[in-house]
């Protein structure tokens, strides 16, 4: 047996600047369960992301079930064309990723368009990252 001693969960709630709520957790090291589960509820609905398979989030297709209205339950939804920037028929694991990747690349370069995400994307993720772990020491809802 080894002792754990780094977190393997990642939990955040908050509400977004129009108002609806989110639940995000990301769990590692885990046999059983979900480990990555991120839920959006507002006030014409409900959106949830979860990971198919136990690998990697970034690695894989994720799950999105949604319901509007007075739907009872949540029902799988399709990602639109509009996402998908290689060929059908590729799997949906690390690959299909990488070429999506390349992909978007592919067109910022032949557009001569910035890549995405950008530099400010990233120091947006930073500071939210920051926000979480000053939560976590303090025991205090962040403001970003």
């Known amino acids: 047996m080894v002792a754990k001693n780094v977190p393997d969960q990642l939990v955040v709630n908050g509400i977004v600047a129009d108002g609806a709520v989110v639940s995000f957790q990301i769990r590692g090291g885990m046999t059983r369960g979900t480990e990555f589960l991120f839920e959006i509820h507002g006030d014409r609905g409900d959106l949830t992301l979860t990971a198919t398979t136990r690998a990697s989030m970034q690695r894989q297709e994720l799950t999105v079930r949604g319901a509007r209205g007075a739907a009872k339950k949540l029902v799988e939804l399709s990602v639109p064309a509009i996402y998908r920037w290689v060929q059908d028929g590729l799997l949906g694991d690390s690959r299909y990723n990488v070429a999506q990747l390349y992909a978007r690349l592919a ?38």
């Open 107 to 144: 067109e910022s370069i032949r557009d001569d368009k910035p890549a995405s995400p950008s530099f400010a994307a990233a120091a947006t993720r930073h500071r939210l990252l920051d926000a979480i772990m000053r939560a976590a020491e303090t025991g205090r809802k962040q403001v970003i």
